[in-house]
């Protein structure tokens, strides 16, 4: 494992050094939280339940399906903000009472937080909606499994890879547990898990283990560089020189007979330059204002101060209660704040100003209890989620403290940067780890400084096909960026052409304006676009895409008004049919001439939709009503987007028919519209204050683009419409200084790397980076899988970066890092994995013990008393005689006669559940090592995926 150094300095924690320290592992028992939630109660709480109950089923009685999801939450240690993740095993012990055939239950990442008191089918928290019910959740990274090896009637542990789960929280995704979600739509079935209220069964309770390797954290502070108070009583004045901010929320009943709220709130602003990690890379663990009190007073209870992320620059010396500079008003309609009164308060009227007190958003803001403040005392308000925005790349224009009354009326009084007393100033504290994200390569393709712009497609070659629009709208012109040169493309003698793909020989495909109408269009070079006409005379037709055959992909009108998806092979159009329904549209087509797009149904409705030989299927929704399908890559996935059950439109990438949610930045939508060969997807998305933001889903998980941007840039990404397999990204994006959007290419070099086959990667160092295509995966042992060449000559240890199932017989594109672990054994350690269902399962080959191992080859050591050819990393059948370890269970030796040393090794969290061995056994797995530090040997050994690899 590799080595670190830890440096902790936290507010509340003594400052620790940990020199040459290995990585930690941690297993956390018991659970924090346990509940589970069901759709034929959706009002009723479980939380008094000792087995949360994960189960699925048709209820004649109930009308649908009945689904029951289990929900776990789990504290987390400090440090594991910035760590790598090394593993992660949420380990469940439970028993079902009844399971079908292919039942399986997913593990995923709860996005909203929750109360075990208070959370039902409905609500979250007992006061709070879910966002979507049953707990929101998002699917990416998560795991599916089929309970207890798909035994019915059995009571046992279920070892659940959590590691993209568990990494992502330590990338600062909110932790709020786990969902245990039956797949319903594939088997019915019922699985209890224990919980911590077991408590007489204390070591079968729920346990998440976790290998990590903590980064470097730090505490540092960032000083108070603007403050003022906001008054709506008094809406013009500007309270910038006082050294006494205010908050107050106050029911006024004055002598002239008006009856109105008081309220004022604090801005604030704080110089971020003095964290020297922020905004650029850190990841924020923690962040609150210190406030010195100088005086509060109270009627009632309940009283909260509300903190908010400005949105809106202003100035302290001019802002008003209308005003955040001189010349500019909020522009937050009403005022900024969360007031609340007793029934018996509610004013007769309420003298306010038009415009507001701060333009803020509600996406990160942070409730404080305001019980306690006292003159004299320092209050520390949390507002970690605004920083850690701020880190992400949101600007920072300080933060509103507004007013929240439960009941009754307070006043709360604070130091302001102007008080004389340097230790009652303002300061804002955070601690964070200084983890460096990557930072892409950006270029602008501008073309003219007066025109809007989008890049749509790139070719792995590198040239990019778009179009530049007049600020008016009225022409538009298709161009080719090939490196610094860029071409405009001829027209059709219209106004507009729209190039909107490009394949490997530099075909490139769009639409033109040929007099009234639009027609598809190819172009290769020349002075003149090949017209592909329309599917019908007079109609009109778009080209979306084509193949490296030169296949085209898109679109026309038909008789009646109708659309019809088309192929061109030529200039001969194919219609595409549809679901049932009037219309279907093609989009995209890969190598093996699978077109997609969507397609009517008979209702109404429209589903993203695929075509073999013309022949369409159905891939489904996310829960909604429609879904499009926008690209295909050459191993067959199919990213889009789709209604969501919630009345949101989320991405979703789709294997075969089965469709899965990409989720989103935080906000409600997503949209994806490029899949690369190694599964790199990239779209768009909102975060939680409604914006859209170009991303990218690496192995799952998402990606804001524009936090991959340069320090100090001045683009926001808008939208991301290609990838390569290069992983140069193109798509829209706004100068921020002008308002004008620009084409752009993004050179992200950690996919950007060298494609080797298996056999080459002997002659390379560690640390070299490599790219591997259409490998076989033969094994997977739960913290790695392992690949093999078609020849089954030579095999790889693989680290998993994610909690995907790798199944064997799938072909792999892989990128990572070639490096030796501390047993001596090569392997890659994984950034990006792409499987796909092959058609070849690889065989293990039988060996003798003693021939497990081998000898040493180039840079891979062998066993230590080892002769022959190397087999490290292959797939092989064993046999034998096996014996118990003393004081292990996840392994045993196995003996053929040879005294060969031969050990079995189970995953993590497994066990062979023997008191006696039986008399002999065959293994299928993979050849390890094991290094011994004192004897300085290595032996062999042979990782398993689970006991269904021993055969008695």
């Not at 020199?19 to 930690?24: G, I, M, S």
């Not at 050294?243 to 009856?259: E, F, H, L, P, R």
Request: proline share 3%; charged share 15%; with cysteine.
């Amino acid at each position: 494992m590799r080595k670190y150094t830890l440096l902790l300095a936290v507010a509340a924690l003594a400052t620790m050094i940990m020199p040459d320290a290995r990585a930690a592992t941690v297993t956390i028992t018991p659970e924090m939280e346990a509940t589970a939630v069901i759709n034929s109660s959706p009002n009723n709480n479980y939380a008094s339940d000792l087995r949360p109950v994960a189960e699925a089923y048709w209820s004649s009685s109930y009308g649908g399906w009945v689904f029951r999801n289990a929900l776990f939450k789990f504290n987390l240690p400090a440090d594991l903000t910035g760590a790598t993740i090394n593993s992660a095993t949420f380990s469940v012990y439970g028993w079902n009472s009844w399971i079908n055939s292919g039942y399986q239950v997913g593990c995923f990442r709860l996005t909203e937080p929750w109360t075990e008191s208070g959370a039902t089918w409905n609500m979250r928290d007992g006061a709070n909606a879910w966002s979507i019910p049953g707990g929101t959740y998002t699917t990416a990274g998560g795991a599916i499994f089929t309970p207890f090896g798909g035994v019915a009637g059995v009571a046992s542990m279920d070892s659940i890879n959590v590691t993209s789960i568990v990494q992502s929280w330590a990338m600062g995704q909110p932790n709020y547990g786990f969902a245990l979600v039956p797949q319903y739509s594939v088997q019915a079935g019922s699985v209890y898990y224990n919980s911590r209220r077991i408590s007489w069964e204390t070591t079968r309770q729920l346990t998440l283990t976790i290998d990590y390797t903590p980064g470097m954290l730090y505490e540092q502070e960032a000083p108070c560089v603007a403050d003022t108070t906001l008054d709506n009583g008094f809406a013009d004045w500007n309270l910038g020189n006082d050294t006494q901010a205010s908050n107050i929320c106050k029911y006024i009943s004055d002598s002239q007979g008006y009856n109105y709220w008081l309220y004022n709130n604090s801005l604030l602003k704080f110089d971020l330059s003095q964290l020297s990690d922020l905004p650029d890379g850190a990841h924020v663990q923690a962040a609150s204002i210190r406030l010195h009190c100088t005086g509060a007073w109270t009627w009632g209870s309940g009283h909260q101060v509300v903190a908010y992320p400005l949105t809106q620059d202003w100035n302290e010396y001019e802002a008003t209660w209308t005003n955040a500079t001189a010349s500019a008003p909020w522009t937050t309609p009403a005022y900024a704040v969360e007031y609340g009164w007793s029934s018996s308060l509610t004013p007769a009227s309420i003298l306010i100003a038009p415009a507001g007190s701060g333009t803020k958003t509600e996406a990160f803001k942070v409730t404080n209890e305001f019980t306690g403040a006292a003159t004299g005392v320092s209050m520390d308000l949390d507002v970690t989620p605004i920083v850690r925005a701020w880190a992400d790349g949101m600007p920072n224009y300080g933060i509103l403290l507004g007013s929240k009354s439960g009941s009754g009326s307070y006043g709360v009084f604070w130091s302001t940067r102007e008080d004389t007393d340097v230790n009652k100033q303002p300061v804002l504290s955070v601690i964070y780890s200084a983890v460096s994200r990557p930072t892409y390569g950006f270029t602008d393709l501008n073309s003219s400084a007066s025109s809007f712009e989008d890049a749509f497609d790139i070719n792995n070659s590198g040239a990019i096909v778009g179009q530049v629009s007049s600020d008016s709208g009225a022409t538009v012109r298709g161009y080719l960026w090939v490196g610094s040169n860029a071409t405009q493309l001829p027209t059709l003698g219209g106004t507009e052409t729209s190039p909107y793909g490009i394949n490997a020989n530099g075909k490139i495909v769009g639409r033109a304006k040929t007099g009234s109408v639009y027609h598809a269009f190819f172009w290769q070079g020349g002075s003149s676009l090949t017209d592909l006409g329309a599917l019908v005379s007079g109609g009109s037709s778009a080209a979306w895409d084509a193949n490296d055959a030169g296949v085209v992909s898109g679109y026309g009108s038909i008789a009646g008004g109708a659309y019809r998806g088309a192929g061109w092979t030529g200039t001969t159009p194919q219609q595409l049919a549809t679901l049932g329904g009037t219309n279907s549209y093609a989009y995209d087509i890969n190598g093996s001439n699978v077109a997609v797009g969507d397609a009517d149904l008979s209702g109404g409705t429209y589903h993203a939709c695929k075509w073999v030989s013309s022949t369409p299927t159905d891939l489904g929704t996310l829960g909604g009503n429609n879904s499009t399908a926008i690209a295909i890559n050459e191993a067959g996935k199919v990213v889009g987007y789709s209604d969501t059950t919630a009345g949101t439109v989320h991405a979703f990438v789709c294997t075969g028919t089965t469709i899965s949610d990409l989720g989103t930045l935080g906000g409600y939508d997503s949209e994806a519209y490029d899949i690369n060969t190694g599964g790199v997807v990239v779209g768009r998305a909102r975060n939680d204050a409604g914006q859209w933001s170009a991303c990218a889903w690496i192995n799952g998980s998402i990606t804001n683009l524009n936090w991959r941007l340069p320090s100090g840039s001045a683009w926001h990404l808008d939208i991301a419409y290609g990838i390569n397999d290069q992983g140069q990204i193109v798509g829209t994006a706004t100068d921020t200084s002008t308002g004008k959007q620009h084409a752009f290419v993004l050179s992200n070099t950690a996919l950007n790397v060298t494609q080797y086959t298996l056999g080459e990667l002997s002659d390379l160092e560690d640390g070299t980076d490599v790219r591997l295509v259409g490998v076989e995966i033969t094994k997977d042992t739960g913290s790695a899988f392992y690949i093999e060449n078609d020849l089954r000559t030579i095999g790889m240890r693989v680290t998993e970066p994610s909690a995907a199932n790798y199944t064997a017989g799938y072909k792999a594109t892989i990128v990572g890092t070639l490096q030796t672990n501390d047993n001596g054994e090569r392997y890659i350690d994984a950034t990006l994995v792409d499987a796909t269902a092959g058609s070849v399962t690889i065989k293990p080959l039988g060996l003798v013990n003693k021939a497990v191992a081998g000898g040493n080859a180039s840079s891979q050591v062998g066993s230590s008393n080892g002769t022959g050819l190397n087999n490290v990393g292959l797939l092989v059948k064993v046999w034998g005689k096996p014996s118990l370890i003393v004081g292990t269970s996840n392994s045993f030796a196995l003996d053929d006669g040879s005294a060969s040393g031969l050990t079995v090794v189970l995953p993590n969290g497994a066990n062979h559940g023997w008191s006696t061995a039986p008399s002999y056994v065959t293994v299928d797995g993979v050849v390890g090592l094991k290094y011994d530090d004192s004897a300085d040997t290595y032996s062999p050994v042979i990782y398993v995926s689970g006991m269904s690899d021993v055969h008695q």
